[in-house]
């Protein structure tokens, strides 16, 4: 995790699925918590597989974010992850960046 700005940048590697996204949510919920910076940047090039879990964790987590007045976004996402968001329409809610937002 690093911070950039008003962003703190999660960098997610291998899979996400029903083993590993609780660390997932729990790490970012924690962030979410934080009095700042405002917004999550969640960068998934490194991520090799997602699940249901996985994409459904991405809309719980934005979800929560959005509830306490944060930004939660994807970063570059990798060419699995996108297939998934867009067989789901997901990634017309959720929203995908190759940087960050200004």
């Known amino acids: 995790m690093r911070a950039q700005g008003r962003w703190l940048v999660v960098e997610l590697r291998g899979e996400l699925d029903l083993f590993t996204v609780p660390a ?41 974010a959005g509830a306490a007045g944060r930004g939660l976004v994807l970063l570059r996402s990798h060419s699995r992850v996108a297939q998934v968001l867009a067989m789901t329409a997901l990634d017309r809610h959720l929203p995908v960046h190759d940087t960050l937002p200004a």
Not at 25 to 41: K, W
Not at 46 to 58: E, L, M, P, R, W
Request: one cysteine or more; a positive charge; charged letters at 20%.
């Open 24 to 64: 997932l949510v729990d790490r970012v919920e924690a962030l979410i918590r934080r009095p700042s910076p405002t917004r999550i940047a969640l960068q998934v090039s490194q991520v090799s597989f997602c699940d249901s879990a996985g994409i459904n964790t991405f809309v719980r987590l934005w979800k929560h």
